[in-house]
């Protein structure tokens, strides 16, 4: 099945390349939801997701002739998608704010004690993160949230495998360090 969707996958790529604007649609339908999440989880703005996700394909589509055939789609349209969201981020002159209704939750608890605390516990992490400056947080969103290994990610940002881990260790300890008083200040409130 793998196989099927990689070869379906190149035949679009190779239709778009010439000029097939279909192909290109379908190759779009498949990869933007994932590129509006990573953009999302960056930003923590819902609207500019979807407008950095919308530039980063048009920007995909003029350049798809740089694209090297045989080299993942998925990490190519990401990092189009993850240089757009930190341009748009570096021009934007207010802080990104975080819409609490676009916070999905899962919920298996019918208690309401619970969401909430999942709701307020979401917005800190989320929070923490767009606190990161925009390399450690470009970093970790694309291996904590899309699952990237080092090598793809170090591949979509043009840096060193070892700046990705650099950036990653960072990232992760900065969270702790911001995160562990807010956690620990939310439990004694709500004991």
């Known amino acids: 099945m793998v196989m099927q969707t990689q070869i379906d996958e190149n035949n679009m790529i190779k239709h778009a ?16 939801k994932s590129v509006v999440n990573v953009i999302y989880r960056m930003c923590g703005d819902q609207q500019l997701a979807e407008d950095a996700a919308q530039e980063a394909f048009i920007k995909a589509w003029v350049k798809l002739d740089s694209y090297q055939r045989g080299s993942s789609f998925r990490n190519w349209i990401y ?22 209704e676009d916070v999905v939750l899962e919920s298996y608890d019918p208690q309401p004690e619970y969401a909430y605390l999942h709701t307020e516990k979401m917005q800190i992490v989320q929070k923490a993160v767009l606190s990161l400056p925009p390399s450690s947080r470009s970093v970790l969103v694309l291996r904590e949230y899309e699952g990237l290994s080092y090598q793809e990610i170090a591949d979509m940002l043009d840096i060193p495998k070892g700046t990705v881990m650099s950036r990653l260790n960072y990232a992760r300890n900065r ?6 008083p807010e956690l620990l200040k939310m439990e004694v409130d709500y004991a």
């Open 175 to 180: 969270l702790r360090e911001i995160l562990k």
């Open 17 to 32: 390349l010439q000029g097939d604007r279909g192909a290109y649609g379908d190759l779009v339908c498949i990869y933007q």
């Open 79 to 100: 990092r189009i998608a993850v240089n757009t969201a930190l341009d748009m981020l570096r021009k934007r002159a207010s802080k990104p704010q975080i819409n609490v």
